[in-house]
C-alpha cells in the first residue's frame, strides 16, 4: 500500500535552515505528482509547494516562494523541501501528499518549530 514516511522537522532559530524528506514507497513514484502541505495551530491545512514526476516543474505558495525548494530523487523515491530564512510564521506540521484521482494519500507529518 501507498507510504510516505517524512523526517527532518525540528525546532531551528529564525533565519535558520531545515531539509524535511519525505520516502515514498507501494507505487510508482517517478510517475507521481508530489506535494508539501502544512497545517499551523488553529489553521486549515495549505498547500507549500508542488513538483511534478520529471521535476522539471515546480510551484510554491506565495509566503515561501524564493526561500522554499522542493525537490525530488527519482532514484531513491523521495521528495525534499529545503526551507530557509525560516520564519515564525513557518511553524507548523509539515505534510508529503500524493494527489491521485479520486483520493490522496498523507504522510504521518513531522513538526517544524522556528522559535528563539
Known amino acids: 500500500q501507498v507510504q510516505l514516511v517524512e523526517s527532518g522537522g525540528g525546532l531551528v532559530q529564525p533565519g535558520g535552515s531545515l531539509r524535511l524528506s519525505c520516502a515514498a514507497s507501494?507505487?510508482?513514484?517517478?510517475?507521481?505528482?508530489m506535494c508539501w502541505y502544512r497545517q499551523a495551530p488553529g489553521k486549515e491545512r495549505e498547500l507549500v509547494a508542488g513538483?511534478?514526476?520529471?521535476?522539471?516543474?515546480?510551484n510554491y505558495a506565495d509566503s515561501v516562494k524564493g526561500r522554499f525548494i522542493i525537490s525530488r530523487d527519482n532514484a531513491k523515491n523521495t521528495v525534499f523541501l529545503q526551507m530557509n530564512s525560516l520564519k515564525p510564521e513557518d511553524t507548523a506540521v509539515y505534510y508529503c501528499?500524493?494527489?491521485?484521482?479520486?483520493?490522496?494519500?498523507w504522510g504521518q507529518g513531522t513538526q517544524v518549530t522556528v522559535s528563539s
Open positions: 507501494g507505487f510508482t513514484f517517478s510517475r507521481a505528482y
Open positions: 513538483i511534478t514526476s520529471t521535476g522539471d516543474d515546480t
Open positions: 501528499n500524493f494527489p491521485r484521482s479520486g483520493t490522496s494519500y
